[in-house]
């Protein structure tokens, strides 16, 4: 078994896990950071293990175009490639196609269209996607599926549910002739829109396939909140104990906890890296956006008491003069600080499952941040 | 006395010597890495160490406009500001001011100019050039001067040489009565454009008022190279051997080993930052453009045999695709390895000059570099 549930909370449905991976062990819950193109945004390697990353997420679709899975293989996969020695997930590279790209038709076989970035035409499909997951080496890879918009029609999202079963199906046998060493976990995404009795189609149905682990995938859509806690309700009680649960894209700093007390293990999200760019960090009490005006002579790190690299050398004054004179300094400072802050988020959340004080920890901290985000 | 003379070379110019600021001691000859805006592009004060940066260059002109002095000293100085605790010097503004913004009038007291963020009207004079790098922490400050375009008729070079002579003076007398403690070392500035008489006048001028060291100005402002070679040539016959002689600007890493030859002892050049940014490296035997394909498979390090930490960990494959990916990491990754090649080439010529070796050094590094980057 590559999943342990170490203890699980008696308030909630919260559990510390630890999983095992070929390039290492991942203790849940976890964050892990969204490496699109091969790089963790204005990151390297080593800071990401300062910041204290164990997993990071890179996305198939943007590696399939460019540099290629040819390249990377031929560097020996993405870790070497990278630099990046510790386990990676890996996307199918279903939510690009359906996002980022120009979408020609959808096939039963597959998916063809137009990539972002010069416009030609391409293929994916659920044995082409775990082949690239593969070639690029990675620990954990993900079913090609169909993730619909938010809205979507009932019928509409019935269709692609059962399309995106059969896509499973074909992700789940694929490779099964391959040596087990070159073989990366396989997790199911469950699907469903906002429809209750699809999301429970949808999760008995990858559980008879036995997937490696189990991912929640259309959420963080431009669903309203209680919508997106509405879908993982009705995702995760059809889902076995023993393996680990993803919810995809997810979320702010109170949504992850949250996330963690329905029983999610594991998150990915672009907001600590995206927001950094804008000039806004992350902290207990809220976001700050730094380039505002009372921060010009503000001698305070970014957080009291944070123990990132930034908040021990930087006051808030100088990273806004950065972000205001555009300097890549400043969006390093606040996407390391940002990292960290996830990052140390999951950590007091594993600690407090250790302890048995998560329901004290869950309360304050959402209140604290709820509070002032607020403001 | 602040400057040492360790060893000369006896078949060139060439020095070896010894800076001493209140900030730390800068081993000559030396490049300093330019933090235009109060942060070297994409570096970290750590990294820059690690690089081995022992003086920076910082920009009055970028920091007068913003944050602005007052923010700065609010802070305690640029030093504390920016997290660097090591040897700054500042440029006057001069140059930028004539080269940047939109100039309205230049008269005796100084020069009246729209800056070139908001377009608002600034002045600029000797004193408050003075007043703004001793209010930033400056260990050298430079005197403000006017730097001709090239080319330059003799005439207008020759009138504004002597105001620059005159505003030299006034910078030499400000602040003589305040602390000495508070006080930057001052270096006066030799114009005169590419006129062997004038640089001469220039120099004689200013080393009578007793600089603390002398910067040549008014190179690298696109002319031919011989004329910049001939622009220092005209100029450091004139100037005293016990104080550090500073080229401006300068050069490619050929230059700089040859302005050593000439007696310089300081440079400062944007290229090796600026470059990076689009994904040039500097190597022994010339540049290399990364983004071009042959890089695409190539797994050597940009240098075999370089030690920074760019080249210990990534290939030129990665790299590359960063660049073509607009990734922040892959600018970041070449600006560190080019700023380690302009500090080890002069650490290198260091070590030469220490050795009795340098003009064999100079011999086959010149060489090298120029062969190659010719072809």
């Given at each position: 078994m590559s999943f342990a549930l170490i203890k699980t909370d008696s308030a909630s449905h919260a559990r510390r896990g630890r999983l095992v991976t070929r390039h290492g062990i991942v203790e849940t819950p976890i964050f892990m950071p969204v490496g699109t193109q091969g790089t963790v945004k204005a990151m390297a390697p080593d800071e990401l293990r300062a910041v204290g990353a164990q997993i990071i997420l890179a996305n198939t679709y943007h590696l399939f175009l460019r540099p290629g899975p040819d390249v990377i293989n031929h560097f020996g996969g993405l870790h070497r490639f990278m630099g990046w020695h510790h386990p990676i997930l890996t996307d199918s590279g279903g939510f690009q196609v359906f996002s980022l790209s120009k979408l020609r038709r959808i096939t039963e076989d597959g998916v063809h269209f137009n990539n972002h970035i010069d416009g030609s035409p391409c293929f994916l499909s659920p044995e082409i996607s775990m082949e690239i997951q593969t070639a690029l080496g990675s620990d954990i890879a993900m079913a090609f599926d169909e993730c619909p918009p938010?809205?979507?029609?009932l019928e509409y999202a019935s269709v692609s549910l059962d399309r995106t079963l059969r896509w499973a199906q074909r992700c789940r046998t694929?490779?099964?002739?391959?040596?087990?060493?070159?073989r990366p976990l396989v997790f199911g995404i469950v699907q469903g829109a906002i429809y209750r009795d699809l999301r429970e189609k949808s999760a008995r149905t990858l559980v008879e396939m036995d997937f490696d682990g189990y991912a929640i995938g259309g959420v963080s859509v431009g669903e309203p909140e209680p919508e997106m806690m509405r879908a993982i309700d009705h995702s995760v009680?059809?889902?076995?104990?023993?393996r680990p649960r993803y919810a995809m894209g997810l979320g702010t700093p109170s949504q992850i906890v949250e996330m963690v007390a329905r029983g999610i293990d594991m998150f990915d999200c672009v907001l600590p890296t995206r927001l950094a760019r804008n000039g806004t960090a992350f902290t207990r009490f809220g976001t700050l956006n730094l380039k505002n005006n009372p921060y010009r002579l503000d001698e305070r790190p970014i957080e009291e008491e944070c123990a990132c690299a930034t908040c021990r050398t930087f006051t808030r004054g100088y990273i806004r003069h950065l972000i205001k004179a555009q300097e890549i300094l400043g969006l390093r400072l606040i996407t390391m600080h940002n990292l960290y802050f996830y990052l140390d988020l999951t950590r007091q959340i594993r600690n407090s499952l250790d302890n048995g004080t998560f329901p004290r920890f869950r309360e304050r901290f959402v209140a604290d941040y709820i509070k002032h985000e607020a403001t």
């Open positions: 938010y809205p979507c029609e694929w490779g099964t002739d391959q040596p087990e060493k070159t009680p059809f889902l076995p104990a023993e």
